[in-house]
């Protein structure tokens, strides 16, 4: 049904493909809203969540897709693991599928793990977020809860504030977003920005206010403490100050538009609290959104062999 | 290929009439009574027992849909894009009497998987199908307590239906496919 | 010298007025009123009003010095932002640009603020440079919006370079934001070792460590390839080197964003001065040969350079009486300055003097941002009056400085600055 056998990234994935997984991700909203959550579809297949990387949410998210799509779940993450006694990445792969699983979905330190996972093992591969590189379901939900907000995403104006660099969350936007006809702007400390990343079609303006003036929808990313000491962000309230979505500044453009941030938030620095709290943010239809768009995803790439003509 | 027409509109707006008149006299307490449509037909359907219901008895019966993509027993070996439209049953069904209600019984397989996701919402205290047509052939032990026409096929020839609300004309017709 | 507050009413009378912004000379008179400009050329003078005679004199805009040292805070005992000031007005200038190597240095948007708010009791108009890394540790990005945002007008960590290729790479990314100038003192300290003067013959002869010229190009090389990926403003101070002037002029013909400096004693020594082992003339970068100090003059006279700027760098006593290689780097520079240019450049080398006040005037405003048409109606006045060529000779009473360390006691002079106007005071230099 999809043309890719596995979900590594957004770059070059077909237009109509994603937007088959959010309509498939909106009916599973509904199943979400039942009182038993839970459809068979998925009943029998094995999944691996395959996490080297720590990760609460979005394996949280993950377990819960899969759980409700009543497939089997394996949890396998990397500090208990068989890796510390110096098995080898491929060897630790290809145990797991020996053991007869059908899907993999990882999440890895190093750009490109996924792909070379795909070299060695026979199983679908989603990827959970590969280092700096792509984090595709994230985009799928955060484009999902774009279209829900205003019905479609072409020609939608996305502002992506923060660290973009090290960001797998901004990249794999990036994609999708420009993929469906939507127009991105990038924001963040200019030294957080790489250089090269207009070739892929985005517009640059580190005016902050600019850019709320201009965009729908602005999606908010952490700035991870850890790059405070290594001199690449002076402080806290300098980023704060330069970028941050704080309630004055919003009040002060008084426009429509609509927050998102893919978690986990630092309230205060990138976001203020009321902001995140406030009408204009989406933040949690977006939680609930990637739940949904996982299950349509885990769906589309685990169930069935063949697209044949419905009969009752 | 070659069609036969084996009802017409005014056939099938009597067979309606007649199902909603057997589905009031076999449930004493109508006001536990809800229609569940099942995707694509089924749910017009289902609205026309509903208003012919209400015509009759004064009665407004509530009304859901199903689509039962999600619960369908050949996902191992079909993949399925579900419905535009998707299931909506907004109220509980604990202590209900449902009456499924869709086109043409045939497998049963669709019935079962409607069964298996009406649990999603709820206990419900009966469950009752009624079909416009019955075309045998069953591969599960369903059957169906209201039917509107029995019309016994064989292999190679299908039974299809078509509804103002979804196509141009009401008609049941069968298909043959010649040699 | 005296600074007086300007009469209501001032006429600077039959001067010769060169404005270097437009590159027009008119004889004529300016009729300044509450401190602003209300005429220029040919003026109505009001009754009451007070003149000064100024045949024979030009009248040009106040002088602008992009890099200067006033040790305040931490080092008061050296220089104050007013004793500086009254350098500078001694020497002609109107505005400067201090550099925030003070101590606590000026790293965070508080220091800045401290400098902004000291500067409104200042006769003349002073701009702080906000450090690039906090305590220049060359590591950590200080809060450059934060301080833009309170009034820094660049960014440096003068005095010491940013050896760390990643770190000026970063600054100058994070200072387009704010699309002002990263000015990187560029000597490798790796190569510079433990030199104190020119590396070359005479620093062989003398014994002393030398400091070779490719300390300077070749990280003057490194920063215009940076400013050229980055897209950001480089401005390189105090161009010592032949080897520096070649790689700028090539790098500026493709980029407009990079501007270059060069200080009054780099064009008027050569290393052969410090055969005296004067510590005087112990700097940083240090002077170096005859071809050198050519070579910044040609690139003076291509435009290769933009402009002059002294680094003033005022020492005590102390820091300069002792053996040259325990020496402080550094020597004053704001009242020299004019002097020294003039007989170098428009006696010596035969230079138009407007173009030489292009170089004290617009060119250094422009390289900050700084408004640059000062004769256009209504302005706040900034005018220097000087004789373009009497001949003097420069001693200690020139000084103004707290800090007496110059080289230039003795020499012979070309051209004298003789009234400074600004906010509203008028200084003399005239005994």
Known sequence: MLQQRHLLGLEGYPR???????????????????????????????????????????RISFELAQKRLSADTVNFSASSSSLKKGESFKDTAQNIEAMKIDAVVMRHPTPGAPKHLTEFIDAVIINAGDGTHEHPTQAILDMMSLHEKFGKLKGLKVGIIGDISHSRVALSNIHGLLIMGADVTLCGPPNLIPPFIKDLGVNINYNVDEVIEWADALNILRIQRERMGLGLVPSVREYRAMFGITQERLESHQKEIVIMHPGPMNRGVEIDGTVADGDQAIILDQVLNGVASRMAILYLLCGGKTNEEDES | MSNKILMDSDSIGRSITRLSYEILEKNSNSQDIVLIGIHNRGVPLAARIQNKICDISGVSLNQGSLDITFHRDDYRE????????????????????????????????????AMDELNSFGRSAKVQLAVLVDRGHRELPIKADYVGKNIPTHEGEHVNVTLTETDELDSVYLIRSVG | MKIEKMAKNLILKNGTIMD?????????????????????????????????????????????????????PGREDKETLISGSHSAMAGGFTRVCVMPNTNPPLDTPESINFIREKAEESPIYIHPIGAVTK????????EMGLMHNEGAVAFSDDGLPIQNGAMMRIALEYATMMDVPVINHAEDECLRAEGVMHEGKISTQLGLPGNPDLAESAMVYRDLELAQFTGARLHIPHVSSMKAVHHIREMKSKNEKVTAEV???????????????????????????????????????????DCIATDHAPHTIEDKETTFDLASFGMIGLESCFGAVNKILVYDEGLDLGNVLKLLTSNP????????????????????????????????????????????????????VEFTISRGLITTQLS
């Open chain 3, 20 to 72: 270097p912004f437009h590159g027009k000379t008119i004889a004529g008179d300016i009729w300044l009123k509450d401190g602003k400009i209300a005429g220029v050329g040919k003026v109505d003078e009001p009754k009451n009003s007070l003149t000064i005679d100024c045949s024979g004199k030009v009248i040009t805009h106040g002088f602008c010095d992009i890099h200067v040292h006033f040790r305040e």
């Open chain 2, 78 to 113: 079909r993949l399925v894009i579900p419905q535009v439209k998707g299931t909506d049953i907004s109220f509980s069904l604990d202590g209900k009497t449902v009456i499924l209600v869709d086109d043409v019984l045939y497998t049963g397989r669709t019935i079962r998987a």
């Open chain 3, 365 to 416: 405003r422009a390289v900050m941002g700084f408004e640059q048409d000062l004769f256009s109606q209504g302005t706040e006045a900034e005018i220097t009056i000087l004789d373009p060529d009497v001949e003097w000779i420069f001693e200690k009473v020139h000084v103004q400085s707290r800090s007496i360390n110059s080289p230039y006691y003795g020499e012979i002079f070309k051209g004298k």
């Open chain 1, 16 to 58: 109509e493909d994603i937007q088959t997984i959010i309509d498939t991700g909106f009916k599973f909203r509904e199943v979400l809203d039942r009182p038993i959550k839970k459809v068979p579809s998925l009943q029998g297949v094995t999944i691996v969540n395959l996490f080297f990387e720590n990760s609460t949410r979005t």
């Open chain 3, 263 to 305: 200080t009054p004693h780099h064009l008027f020594f050569n290393d052969e001065s410090l055969t005296s082992y004067n510590t005087n003339l112990k700097v940083a970068p240090p002077i170096r040969t005859e071809s050198d100090r050519k070579a910044l003059i040609e690139a003076v006279k291509d435009g290769t350079i």
């Open chain 3, 135 to 142: 305590s220049q540790n060359g590591n950590d990005l200080t």
